[in-house]
T-cell receptor, first 113, second 114 residues
Framework: DAGVIQSPRHEVTEMGQEVTLRCKPI?????LFWYRQTMMRGLELLIY????????DSGMPEDRFSAKMPNASFSTLKIQPSEPRDSAVYFC???????????FGSGTRLTVV | AQSVTQLDSHVSVSEGTPVLLRCNYSSSYSPSLFWYVQHPNKGLQLLLKYTSAATLVKGINGFEAEFKKSETSFHLTKPSAHMSDAAEYFCVVSENQAGTALIFGKGTTLSVSS
């Protein structure tokens, strides 16, 4: 298995633009998680899905952030409009239940200028 | 709510000496606990996990951790540090009884000098 695949690896965008981050989980994993990592706040859980259904989105910072999981093999995290304070590394992870731990993708480094 | 506290933000050791990264947890019930490692500009990799089986858990790369309920601790150890162990280490606890969402500690940076 290729693991959790995220794209793009790096994204530089101007303030106000829409940004879409993509994630392909490991086949057979029924949980998908989006995390954000910054120096100031560490790793923050943004949202997670179970069987494609959002379970907890309380970590989504504001309405500019939205996430979807249209099928078991694909999820997106969208920021519209983007702001400089959104600059961070965004990780996607998948799991078949957290007692097994998560498998993380390599992350997307987002820079909003 | 569950939480973890990593007691040291930075630990420095010499190559060949033991490593101890400390973690205390808070949980209302028997938690699942994990250690993850993140090398610079890389994703996070699972080192080991505790899920109510043996209290001494062995992981990859010679690391191990011991679950001590009386001390609410889950410290990570390695007998002999290697230069390649230099990285950020995260102690993690499951959020709820179903154990679906994980809560990460702030991380401990391990530096290894030659």
């Amino acid at each position: 298995d290729a693991g959790v695949i995220q794209s793009p690896r790096h994204e530089v965008t101007e303030m106000g633009q829409e940004v879409t981050l993509r994630c392909k989980p490991i086949s057979g994993h029924d949980y998908l998680f989006w995390y954000r990592q910054t120096m100031m706040r560490g790793l923050e859980l943004l949202i997670y899905f179970n069987n494609n259904v959002p379970i907890d989105d309380s970590g989504m910072p504001e309405d500019r952030f939205s996430a979807k999981m249209p099928n078991a093999s694909f999820s997106t995290l969208k920021i519209q409009p983007s702001e400089p304070r959104d600059s961070a590394v965004y990780f996607c992870a998948s799991s078949s239940g957290s007692n097994y731990g998560y498998t993380f993708g390599s992350g997307t480094r987002l820079t909003v200028v | 709510a569950q939480s973890v506290t990593q007691l040291d933000s930075h630990v420095s050791v010499s190559e060949g000496t033991p490593v101890l990264l400390r973690c205390n947890y808070s949980s209302s019930y028997s938690p699942s606990l994990f250690w993850y490692v993140q090398h610079p500009n890389k994703g996070l990799q699972l080192l080991l996990k505790y899920t109510s089986a043996a209290t001494l858990v062995k992981g990859i790369n010679g690391f191990e951790a011991e679950f001590k309920k009386s001390e609410t601790s889950f410290h990570l150890t390695k007998p002999s540090a290697h230069m390649s162990d230099a990285a950020e280490y995260f102690c993690v606890v499951s959020e709820n009884q179903a154990g679906t969402a994980l809560i990460f500690g702030k991380g401990t940076t391990l530096s290894v000098s030659s």
